[in-house]
């Protein structure tokens, strides 16, 4: 009774999470049709739906079917051994011990219908096990089916790469599913007749032996096809000195994979033929000798030809494969597009390259975006519920003039919430959005060292900009599920010691407008608040999947994403996000492999609305790839010219594309397979100082007129210096204007000339016995130097350096920029600001007048009190170095009284002067 019980117990509990786990996969599919629906996406959810539903049903019936069917031509074996063994057993044999029911009994159970039912359960349960596999593969099903050529051949097959990166594919799946299931039924097939050969061992085997040599014969002609496809895989060996096909690959490889091919495909019918002659040595000779032509031409054979013909003569012999990869890493990364030019040096800058790109002077970024988040954090959160997630740069057209400015979202955090305050009303209803951005310009400072605010406070206040909708329900902190457009009053924003109230008026999230919408997001998120709560209403909405990260990827998942949205205020006053998406494959013949795979196109611009979470995929690069998923998903996509003009002017060349292209190009901008060889002029990414830590330099952003173009525009930049060596040899930049987005220009500099590299000059800086002193005095106890990003401007035909000092109380956290320090190579200037410092650089007397008064309007006095201050420090540090001195001298005399009294005034003088200084 007890076991019974139990076991009930047991059945009902299993019957429980086997229809909650159930319900939870139809809960999710329901709501996430829903999310779709509510974005205008739903054939985009239906086509992959559908198309994994039809790959997984079709994979299903395809193993069951061939499954059952091999096992059903071994049902005669079946019945055949039952029938001996119950012959037997009738004429008093002990065969085998069957309990709790007699033999008889067990071997009359077993009938030819109840064969077929338990051989169509094992088939359904082999085809469920792999059905998965082609569902998971959808969207390679989906490219074969909707290829679009690229245009180009490979150099060794003469294929459109079309071929190897829709196709290819497709075909190992197919290939790898498809012997998966014969060696499988080979191996059950094969279990089966063993097992009942032991009971028969005069029965006839002929059906067996055509049973297994069609199934042999099938594995053999997959073998076969198997080594067609391994010829093609031969464009992506990394045996070689580079990636892709080498002289060994191409001339012992190849040749041994045609012979392989043509020995299992004779093998192939050998074993069919063998039907007839039933001459099973023939078969295994057979084996015997594709295993050995494996092992002989595909293994020893390859080595051979590669120590003893390549290796001696390795450059002559690789030169053809070395120039393929070359151009075709080239041609994946978009490479052979940039635009290559002499950069001509003249020395050092003067008054009229100052004058003459007075627009690029006004751009150059001081502000650090590490150091500046922290500063709008302490100053612009407001409330300790909002955040700063990132610092982002942008260019907006200020008073008809472009200028680089700083750009941060102020999102609500829900986790920065009082702990008290942390309720499932307060999380869900109320506190459901951020307010508003801050934004200043990248190069102006106040005289605290802080930024001059463009746009400002709780609501934004900006005499610049107008930020229509300043409400962010959708961004990069939206990490939760909300509810608006309720009957409870959602916090809007603080005002003095009252909070404002808000209700949601937008199309975004969900209207749960129906008892089975509720139903169904209750059983979501696991609580009854949602049926329960009475400020619900039908036109209530729920919005889930807020964060923008998330939500791209899981509108689009076949898209790579860059990792740093960044926010925009449009013409319209609305805040959009706007999110750079890449086309990649790891199938580029001969292409070098990165962290992405081997090709890369920064295909998409993605904008999200950050108040009603709409999104609009854009397409900038009309490339095969992108053009496959166009047709694909035809609704998803929109071409760039219907992109907002006020949108399309915020478009920037994203850093992490521009991080692979750079890293590639130091070696690939090689273009001859000797020099390449010989790795005879590899290039590195410059290293910089910051925060104390030697880092790889970031590209950076920067408002500029390239050399022998009139315009500003809006370039994305990085140096580069030759390996074992710190000095610049050349630098590259990438346009982002709308007009020419996606230029690449490579400016070389002289190779006779000598252009310090950021880590010369930082070590300028730390030689340097003035500014080296303050910088020094100011990192004492109390206080941290922030050395910042150090930019390279090319200027005229000079180069400027700018590297910008923050001051950093260890009490506030608010870094400050108290210093600018420039440099055109061997002069080097630290002033507190860019443009005290410029005048000291140039040294120019009519640069002096003029950018004397501008100083004197703004920041009176600035230069007596500077020169002031640094007579005053540099006597007092002349104290106490000769003080220090003294001291030494005494120890050294065994003076140990007079050496604790000197040390004791030291230490006096260094606390008094630190204590000036803050």
Do not use: C
């Not at 009902?12 to 229809?19: D, E, G, K, M, V």
């Not at 060994?248 to 190849?254: H, M, S």
């Not at 060596?725 to 982002?736: D, F, Q, T, V």
């Amino acid at each position: 009774m007890k076991k019974a019980l139990g076991f009930i117990i047991f059945t009902f509990t299993l019957a429980i999470i086997l229809s909650t786990n159930f319900l939870g996969v139809i809960i999710n599919f329901y709501t996430d049709w829903l999310w779709f629906e509510n974005l205008n996406l739903s054939n985009l959810f239906w086509t992959i739906f559908g198309t994994r539903l039809g790959l997984r049903v079709g994979i299903l019936v395809l193993f069951t079917l061939i499954t059952f069917v091999n096992l059903w031509f071994t049902k005669d074996k079946i019945l055949s051994l039952v029938y001996k063994l119950k012959k037997k057993t009738k004429e008093g044999e002990d065969v085998i011990e069957l309990n709790p029911i007699s033999s008889n009994n067990w071997f009359e159970a077993i009938t030819s219908k109840r064969i077929n039912l338990v051989y169509l359960a094992i088939s359904f349960l082999i085809g469920l096990l792999f059905s998965g596999i082609g569902s998971n593969n959808w969207e390679l099903i989906l490219k074969f089916i909707n290829r679009t050529s690229f245009g180009t051949v490979d150099p060794i097959f003469s294929k459109d790469l079309a071929f190897y990166i829709f196709q290819l594919p497709t075909y190992e799946l197919v290939y790898l599913m498809l012997t998966v299931l014969v060696v499988l039924n080979l191996i059950i097939i094969g279990g089966i007749y063993l097992f009942t050969k032991a009971g028969d061992f005069k029965l006839d085997n002929d059906k067996t032996k055509h049973h297994i040599s069609i199934l042999l014969g099938t594995f053999f002609f997959l073998k076969a096809w198997g080594y067609r496809l391994d010829m093609f895989g031969l464009l992506y060996s990394e045996t070689g000195v580079i990636f892709g096909a080498t002289y060994t690959d191409v001339n012992a490889q190849l040749l041994a994979l045609r012979i392989l091919f043509a020995t299992s495909l004779l093998l192939g019918i050998v074993t069919l033929i063998n039907i007839y002659f039933k001459q099973t040595k023939l078969i295994i000779g057979g084996v015997a000798v594709l295993i050995m032509t494996s092992v002989l031409l595909n293994g020893i054979y390859p080595s051979l030809i590669q120590k003893y013909r390549v290796e001696p003569n390795e450059l002559t012999m690789e030169s053809p494969y070395i120039e393929h990869n070359i151009n075709f890493t080239q041609q994946a990364y978009n490479l052979d597009q940039i635009d290559r030019r002499d950069y001509p040096l003249r020395g050092k800058l003067s008054y009229s390259d100052i004058r003459n790109n007075q627009q690029t002077i006004d751009n150059i970024r001081l502000w650090d975006h590490r150091a500046l988040k922290d500063t709008y954090s302490q100053l612009q959160e407001i409330r300790s519920y909002y955040s700063f997630t990132d610092v982002d740069v942008d260019r907006y057209l200020i008073n008809g003039e472009l200028q680089q400015v700083m750009l941060s979202a102020r999102e609500l955090d829900q986790n920065l919430l009082p702990e008290r305050a942390q309720t499932w009303v307060n999380k869900r209803l109320v506190y459901t959005h951020g307010f508003g951005a801050t934004m200043s310009p990248a190069n102006k400072v106040t005289e605290a060292g802080l930024p001059e605010f463009m746009i400002q406070n709780i609501p934004p206040q900006s005499d610049l900009l107008e930020i229509k909708e300043p409400r962010i329900y959708y961004g990069e902190a939206t990490n939760e599920y909300v509810i608006v457009n309720t009957e409870a009053n959602e916090f809007d924003y603080p005002e003095g010691d009252q909070n404002k109230f808000y209700n949601y008026q937008g199309t975004g999230g969900v209207e749960l407008d129906s008892p089975i919408k509720r139903l169904a997001f209750a059983f979501k998120y696991r609580t009854l608040n949602i049926l329960l709560n009475d400020d619900l209403t039908n036109k209530s909405r729920l919005m889930f999947d807020r964060n923008i990260h998330t939500r791209v990827r899981k509108a689009a998942p076949f898209l790579r994403y860059d990792q740093d949205p960044y926010l925009v205020i449009g013409d319209d006053g609305g805040m959009y996000w706007i999110q750079d998406a890449y086309t990649t494959t790891d199938r580029y013949p001969y292409s070098e492999p990165h962290s992405w795979g081997n090709y890369i196109r920064n295909s998409v611009k993605v904008v999200i609305d950050a108040y009603t979470g709409e999104m609009d995929f854009y397409i900038v690069d009309e490339e095969p790839i992108i053009e496959t998923y166009r047709n694909i998903f035809p609704d998803l996509f929109k071409s760039f010219e219907e992109m907002p003009e006020g949108i399309k002017n915020h478009i920037r060349y994203p850093q992490d594309l521009f991080k692979v292209q750079a890293q590639l190009y130091s070696v690939y901008h090689m273009s001859n397979p000797n020099v390449f060889y010989n790795k005879e002029d590899v290039w590195n990414i410059p290293r910089e100082h910051y925060d104390g830590s030697s880092i790889t330099m970031e590209p950076y952003y920067t408002v500029m007129s390239l050399p022998e173009e009139e315009e500003e525009e809006f370039i994305l930049m990085l140096p580069f210096t030759p390996a074992n060596r710190n000095n610049i040899i050349s630098w590259l930049g990438a346009k982002s204007d709308p007009a020419n987005y996606g230029e690449l220009v490579l400016y070389d500099f002289p190779k006779g000339e000598q252009v310090y590299g950021p880590m010369q000059i930082e070590s300028r800086i730390d030689q340097h016995e003035e500014i080296s002193q303050q910088l020094s005095l100011w990192d004492q106890r109390g206080s941290k130097v922030i050395r910042g990003n150090l930019l390279v401007i090319p200027l005229e035909q000079s180069v400027l350096y700018v590297e910008p000092i923050f001051l950093q109380s260890d009490g506030d956290q608010i870094p400050e920029l108290r210093r600018v320090i420039v440099s055109s190579g061997d002069d080097i200037v630290m002033e507190s600001t860019l443009e005290l410092a410029l005048l000291r650089l140039v040294g120019d007397e009519q640069l002096e007048e003029e950018l004397g008064d501008k100083l004197k309007e703004e920041e009176p006095e600035i230069t007596g009190a500077i020169l002031e201050e640094q007579s005053d420090l540099k006597q007092k540090v002349s104290e106490i170095t000769t003080i220090y001195n003294e001291a030494q001298e005494e120890l050294r005399n065994s003076n140990w009284q007079r050496y604790g009294e000197l040390i004791e005034e030291v230490e006096e003088k260094l606390l008094k002067l630190e204590e000036e200084l803050n």
